[in-house]
């Protein structure tokens, strides 16, 4: 990752001033060197978990019942890639290459929740997860939302936390729709519990 002029940044003195006025950190010339460190680790492991979740997410949608079911995985699919363009645009702003970052960086060097090292084999196991890692991911990005100083990365999940809210909703009310999938739930709990809470709780991410 490439770095800005350490003097084009502020002192950590002039950020606390800042943010004591409760005022928006909105570009990189208002960061300190330990802050932009700081939001380029935490954007990278955001956009490495979106973009990982895709290929994940897809490995079990063609297990899908229907057209219309593939569809909605594939729309799912696509809003998670959505989510990452994002955070890699953000980080892009803040002097990281990108290209290098996405294209060419070994495989174990991406920065992601073990949960998704745990392979999705069947329809049931994508809509059990999604309903799992879409309230994880609520949580963890709502307190973001709430409490970041970073304002292009505020205003960025605006929408995003709207967009999971209803995700939420719609994943769970598919749970409980189905026997099938009730059962299939205590299977796919003991596999993911574990995951999940490291994932939740920040334990657990690739290459910290």
């Known amino acids: 990752m490439t770095s ?6 502020q002192s950590e003195e002039a950020l606390l001033g800042r943010i004591r006025k409760q005022q928006l950190v909105e570009s990189i010339e208002h960061m300190s060197p330990i802050y932009v460190e ?10 490495d978990t979106e973009l990982i979740s895709a290929p994940a997410y897809y490995h079990a949608a063609v297990h899908a019942p229907s057209l219309n079911a593939f569809g909605s995985a594939i729309a799912i699919i696509q809003d998670e890639l959505g989510h990452a363009h994002i955070a890699y645009r953000l980080l892009r702003d803040l002097g990281v290459d990108t ?3 996405i294209f060419e960086r070994e495989p174990r060097d991406f920065k992601y929740p073990y949960a998704f090292d745990v392979p999705l084999e069947s329809w049931v196991e994508l809509l059990v997860a999604n309903a799992f ?3 994880m991911g609520y ?11 970073f304002g292009p990365w ?13 995700t939420c909703v719609t994943a769970n009310r598919a749970c409980a729709s189905s026997t ?4 299939g739930m205590k299977h796919c709990r003991r596999r993911w519990i574990g995951c999940s809470y490291s994932a939740s709780s920040g334990v657990g991410c690739q290459t910290p």
């Open 154 to 166: 505020k205003r960025a999940l605006v929408k995003w936390t709207r967009k999971r809210r209803s």
């Open 180 to 183: 099938r999938i009730r059962v």
């Open 99 to 101: 290209e290098q970052l």
């Open 4 to 9: 800005p002029p350490v003097e084009a940044l």
């Open 139 to 149: 949580v963890l990005l709502s307190d973001i939302y709430k409490n970041t100083t």
């Open 133 to 135: 890692y879409d309230r």
């Open 38 to 47: 700081g939001m380029k680790r935490i954007l990278t492991v955001s956009a």
